[in-house]
Nanobody, 124 residues
Framework: EMQLVESGGGWVEVGGSLRLSCAAS????????MGWFRQAPGKEREGVVV???????YYADSVKGRFTISQDNAENTVSLQMNSLKPEDTAMYYC??????????????????WGQGTQVTVSS
Protein backbone atom coordinates (compact mmCIF):
# COMPACT_ATOMS: atom_id res chain seq x y z
CA GLU A 1 0.00 0.00 0.00
CA MET A 2 1.32 3.38 -1.01
CA GLN A 3 2.19 5.85 1.73
CA LEU A 4 2.88 9.56 1.35
CA VAL A 5 4.74 11.92 3.68
CA GLU A 6 4.77 15.67 3.12
CA SER A 7 7.38 18.11 4.37
CA GLY A 8 8.53 21.66 3.81
CA GLY A 9 5.66 23.68 5.16
CA GLY A 10 6.15 26.69 7.39
CA TRP A 11 5.62 30.37 7.87
CA VAL A 12 6.51 32.89 5.20
CA GLU A 13 5.81 36.54 4.49
CA VAL A 14 3.69 37.70 1.57
CA GLY A 15 5.62 37.41 -1.66
CA GLY A 16 7.90 34.75 -0.26
CA SER A 17 8.52 31.19 -1.41
CA LEU A 18 8.29 27.69 0.00
CA ARG A 19 9.02 24.28 -1.44
CA LEU A 20 6.94 21.33 -0.36
CA SER A 21 8.01 17.74 -0.84
CA CYS A 22 6.05 14.51 -0.89
CA ALA A 23 7.98 11.30 -0.33
CA ALA A 24 6.28 8.11 -1.48
CA SER A 25 6.80 4.51 -0.42
CA UNK A 26 5.03 1.30 -1.32
CA UNK A 27 4.45 2.50 -4.86
CA UNK A 28 6.11 4.47 -7.63
CA UNK A 29 5.00 8.06 -8.19
CA UNK A 30 5.58 7.43 -11.89
CA UNK A 31 2.62 5.02 -11.90
CA UNK A 32 0.15 7.40 -10.28
CA UNK A 33 -1.53 10.71 -10.78
CA MET A 34 0.16 12.77 -8.08
CA GLY A 35 -1.75 15.77 -6.82
CA TRP A 36 -1.40 18.54 -4.31
CA PHE A 37 -4.47 19.73 -2.45
CA ARG A 38 -5.02 22.33 0.23
CA GLN A 39 -7.58 23.02 2.87
CA ALA A 40 -7.99 26.30 4.71
CA PRO A 41 -9.90 26.52 8.00
CA GLY A 42 -13.63 26.40 7.39
CA LYS A 43 -13.22 25.63 3.70
CA GLU A 44 -13.40 22.51 1.58
CA ARG A 45 -10.28 20.76 0.39
CA GLU A 46 -9.38 21.95 -3.10
CA GLY A 47 -7.13 20.73 -5.86
CA VAL A 48 -3.99 22.77 -6.50
CA VAL A 49 -2.18 20.77 -9.18
CA VAL A 50 -1.84 17.26 -10.56
CA UNK A 51 0.80 15.56 -12.66
CA UNK A 52 0.44 12.20 -14.41
CA UNK A 53 2.97 10.10 -16.32
CA UNK A 54 5.30 13.09 -16.43
CA UNK A 55 2.91 14.95 -18.67
CA UNK A 56 1.80 18.55 -18.56
CA UNK A 57 0.44 19.37 -15.12
CA TYR A 58 -3.02 20.76 -14.50
CA TYR A 59 -3.04 23.80 -12.22
CA ALA A 60 -5.85 25.54 -10.43
CA ASP A 61 -6.34 29.04 -11.83
CA SER A 62 -5.53 30.55 -8.46
CA VAL A 63 -1.94 29.24 -8.54
CA LYS A 64 -1.05 29.34 -12.23
CA GLY A 65 2.20 31.16 -12.84
CA ARG A 66 3.16 31.00 -9.16
CA PHE A 67 3.30 27.29 -8.30
CA THR A 68 5.28 24.58 -10.09
CA ILE A 69 5.03 20.85 -9.57
CA SER A 70 7.94 18.54 -10.28
CA GLN A 71 8.48 14.82 -10.02
CA ASP A 72 11.68 12.89 -9.31
CA ASN A 73 11.13 9.26 -10.23
CA ALA A 74 14.57 8.21 -8.98
CA GLU A 75 13.88 9.67 -5.53
CA ASN A 76 10.18 8.73 -5.72
CA THR A 77 9.16 12.22 -4.71
CA VAL A 78 6.89 14.98 -5.91
CA SER A 79 7.60 18.60 -5.05
CA LEU A 80 5.65 21.82 -5.15
CA GLN A 81 7.56 25.07 -5.57
CA MET A 82 5.40 27.95 -4.39
CA ASN A 83 6.42 31.50 -5.27
CA SER A 84 4.81 34.89 -4.80
CA LEU A 85 2.80 33.53 -1.91
CA LYS A 86 -0.36 35.31 -0.83
CA PRO A 87 -2.31 35.24 2.44
CA GLU A 88 -5.02 33.25 0.67
CA ASP A 89 -2.50 30.47 0.08
CA THR A 90 -2.53 29.79 3.81
CA ALA A 91 -3.77 26.23 4.31
CA MET A 92 -2.86 22.69 5.14
CA TYR A 93 -1.31 21.18 2.04
CA TYR A 94 -1.76 17.52 1.20
CA CYS A 95 -0.14 15.19 -1.27
CA UNK A 96 -2.42 12.59 -2.86
CA UNK A 97 -2.22 9.74 -5.34
CA UNK A 98 -4.67 8.11 -7.70
CA UNK A 99 -4.42 5.56 -10.48
CA UNK A 100 -5.23 6.19 -13.24
CA UNK A 101 -5.47 9.96 -13.47
CA UNK A 102 -9.05 10.92 -12.65
CA UNK A 103 -10.97 13.06 -15.07
CA UNK A 104 -12.00 15.24 -12.16
CA UNK A 105 -8.40 15.69 -11.00
CA UNK A 106 -9.37 18.60 -8.76
CA UNK A 107 -11.80 16.52 -6.70
CA UNK A 108 -10.45 15.04 -3.44
CA UNK A 109 -12.96 12.17 -3.83
CA UNK A 110 -11.00 10.91 -6.83
CA UNK A 111 -7.91 10.11 -4.72
CA UNK A 112 -7.57 7.21 -2.33
CA UNK A 113 -4.09 7.76 -0.91
CA TRP A 114 -3.22 10.80 1.19
CA GLY A 115 -0.39 12.15 3.24
CA GLN A 116 -0.82 13.67 6.68
CA GLY A 117 -0.43 17.23 5.43
CA THR A 118 1.95 20.11 6.03
CA GLN A 119 0.89 23.58 7.15
CA VAL A 120 1.66 26.66 5.09
CA THR A 121 1.05 30.06 6.65
CA VAL A 122 1.53 33.26 4.67
CA SER A 123 1.64 36.34 6.83
CA SER A 124 0.87 39.86 5.72
Amino acid sequence: EMQLVESGGGWVEVGGSLRLSCAASGGAVSDYAMGWFRQAPGKEREGVVVIYLGGSPYYADSVKGRFTISQDNAENTVSLQMNSLKPEDTAMYYCAAAAPCPVDWYSPRAYNTWGQGTQVTVSS
